[in-house]
């Protein structure tokens, strides 16, 4: 199952018809291979880049189809918003970000392996408003895929933080339980070779006593 960060939603459930028009939306997208080795980038800290444009093409979808917009293109377009292939880190040859024109990348790959219309493009190029972006949304799908970016953005740090901490705090847990527990076998080790000891020389007198005796 292709989870969806902070949704029980289940993609592939054939019984849903939620779930079948999603998949129909995307079909082409989730399946081709540029778009697939999105899962290789780190994205948001604790996702990937794959995962976080599912999450986008999701809650847009969801969204757009509750307000009886255009979700078909909001689906698709969350699923190309961030279609661009370095790290979020990479520097071009003048030392800068190049981060920053993603949306730019995102659209012209977008265009060289789909075919796209006016509110996907819009949508993909104009996603970082009003952070970075040269112009605000045209549509009301663009304005919901740019909203769900940064809703996206926010659960997959919250939850990534949460999912970190907890994980420290568990192996911390263990780390002192085993601990204990080291120190219970060393004690009771200790405790049975000085039992042994003591009952050996116990052994020892009580026999040499009796060679007295007899
Ligand atoms: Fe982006
Ligand atoms: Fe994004």
Redesign the pocket.
Known sequence: MVKITGSKFDMYDENDTKAVTFRNCVAGILENGEVSSLGGYKHHHFTTRLQ??LN?SYYSYCLCRKLGWDFRSAARAGLM??LYFFENTSVDENGQKLLKNHPFRALENSERIFELNEIEKDAIVN?MWPCISLSRPRFKESMVVSFS?KF??VIEATLGASLFAARKSSAAANSIASGISDAYVQTKETSLYMLRSIRGTAANVIRLACSFII
């Open positions: 976080h444009s986008v918003h961030d996603h970016d996206c953005a």
